[in-house]
């Protein structure tokens, strides 16, 4: 078999492709509550039901989604421009050490919520630079130095959390103290469980396409990803692009640590991410890396979580089911994406 | 400093360090033979996260250790199957199915771990392997200790001299280096690259479950989720550091697992009293950069590695 380009393919080919994708990974749930012995349309429903079905199930799924907004931006940027930041998870802890850094008594209202917000955006960029700089220097693949920085960022916030950043409060726990009121992300609505980070997220989103669409740098990081040598041929900085590409990146992953720190937990500990930096690349595939498509399946990717949580207690389906079904969806959307473009021929 | 001497001449220590390097042999290799065919396995984690699961519940269900080993490998070889097929005839983005492979096959594992014991707060454990005697070597003073190692260790080496042999010294491993560097070549030659890529990958991904059982089969006698931990990236920084040569990727499998050997018996000596312990657990990792970028001026890369081939496409 081989593959050939189809010219004009059609609207039906583009929308219906994605679709049977999403039908397909729907399936694969069924077949889960199949195997797991339990009703899969029963299994459907409380997934619904849990992500959706109540006022408080709503705000938990938005609150959930909240950090996979940025996470999802961050790598959405950055594959934009063939820059495989696979480092978001390291990058969201660097944001949420600088909200306790500056959040603890540090500095006071009215500055600290900005002053820490920018910090955690410069401590998550120079954590990408590294890697970026050693790819355009040296040549060294961007996706294993971003994850292995993974892996020592997470020692760090241990060592930071027994160490140096520990409650003495804490009764043991390895928790970092409780930042202060003002260091603190209000709620939108007086009442409702759902802190500004949503808001400020959704902000984010709309920031990166307009920079996407309005600006020269949205150009280039587009062209650079495209066709590099191209890029390089038009005189365009790739190099350049690239850093300034990673510093948005690392930028975007760190307020996703900021806001969880700040609006929801308050405080800083080694579980502060079920892994969010990484299911952001799941995020910003579904949405065919569109910024503002993110913010739409980040809120999809969390109500799976959160259905699926609620789902588990009652059904007894391993609640991993959500992670098994959202990895199935990357790797059909991926396949329904290219077949939109390609046909299989014969030969 | 004497300290260091101490712990470089005991047998216990090369003993473990041999035990360390096993599985991180297994899983190098085959990521290096999906890198020669021009292929980027980043399933590799995940992959070591099915092999490690699968190999030890086969066991638990009452499977010899052996059987547990090609439970293990078949499981691999399953995924290994998902990811040519995406990355191979369809030639999607390696990394993003590579990714999607590694995400899968841990949830997957996490999924049927639940499913299967759903009560238990701690991991049930097995009998693993335990250390062969060889009559003769297992006497030497020294060395015989140094060498006590399972049959899964022994069989790590066994597979780097067979990767290594099959690769410089069989047409099939001349066509599979081939198909990494020049597929259209291969193509002319009327072999199909669609086929040999595929396949190696789908053997490179066994070999890296087997890594992975080698986990819970000889190194530990569970099944954690997080007892992977990194091991897949590290070795894909070995075969960048072994410069996609077997023997030298065995080479850095043992200095790394000397690196880290050596890193937790110093945090029993007086600098593990001064420096926090979590230094010593990022050395592993830092080590990994470490060697990336000191490899990162040759040029020894596949040519076609990460390049999808479609035919009559030029």
Known sequence: ?347 | MSEIVDILISASFWAAVIRIASPLILATMGELICERAGVLNLGIEGIMVIGAFTGWMAVYQGMPLWGGVAVAMAAGMLFGLLHSVLTVPFGLSQHVVGLGVTLLATASASFAYRLMLPQVTSPPKITPFQPLYIPGLSDLPWLGAALSQTALTWFAFAVAGLVAFTLYRTPLGLAVRAVGENPAAVEAQGLSVTGLRMGAVIVGSGLMAVGGAFLTLSAFSSFFFEMVNGRGWICIALVVFGAWKPGKAVLGAILFAAFDALQIRLQQTALGAVLPYQLFLALPFLLSILALILMSRRAEVPAALMVPYNKGER
């Open chain 1, 1 to 347: 078999m081989r593959l050939e380009a189809i010219p004009n393919p059609s609207a039906a080919r583009k929308i219906g492709l994605p679709a049977l994708a999403l039908l397909a990974t729907l399936g694969v749930a069924m077949l889960l509550a199949l195997i797991a012995g339990a009703n899969p349309f029963a299994v459907l429903g409380q997934i619904a039901r849990g992500a959706l079905g109540s006022k408080l199930a709503i705000l938990e799924t938005l609150n959930r989604a909240t950090p996979l907004i940025f996470t999802g931006l961050a790598v959405a940027v950055a594959f934009r421009a063939k820059l495989w930041n696979i480092g978001a998870e390291a990058q969201l802890y660097a944001g949420a050490i600088m909200a306790v850094v500056l959040g603890t008594g540090a500095l006071g209202s009215p500055l600290v919520l900005p002053v820490s917000a920018g910090a955690a955006m410069l401590a998550g960029a120079a954590l990408l630079l590294g890697p970026v700089l050693l790819k355009t220097r040296l040549g060294v693949d961007e996706v294993v130095t971003t994850l292995l920085l993974n892996f020592i960022m997470l020692l760090f916030v241990s060592y930071l959390l027994e160490g140096p950043m520990k409650d003495p409060m804490g009764m043991g726990w390895p928790k970092s103290p409780a930042l202060i009121p003002e260091a603190r992300l209000p709620r939108i609505v007086e009442g409702l469980r759902l802190h500004w980070g949503f808001a400020l997220a959704i902000i984010a989103a709309v920031a990166v396409w307009v920079i996407q669409t309005r600006t020269t740098l949205g150009f280039e990081i587009r062209a650079v990803g495209q066709n590099p040598e191209a890029a390089r041929f038009a005189g365009m900085p790739v190099n350049a692009v690239l850093v300034k590409t990673a510093l948005l990146s690392g930028g975007l992953a760190a307020l996703a640590g900021w806001s969880e720190v700040a609006g929801l937990k308050g405080h800083l500990s080694s579980d502060l991410s079920p892994g969010f930096g990484y299911t952001g690349i799941i995020v910003a595939m579904l949405a065919l890396l569109h910024p503002l498509g993110v913010v739409v399946t980040a809120i999809f990717v969390a109500g799976i979580f959160v259905g699926s949580d609620a789902m588990s207690r009652a059904a007894g389906v391993p609640t991993y089911i959500a992670d098994m079904l959202l990895a199935t969806a990357l790797l059909f959307m991926v396949l329904a994406i290219l077949l939109t473009r390609v046909r299989v021929v014969r030969g």
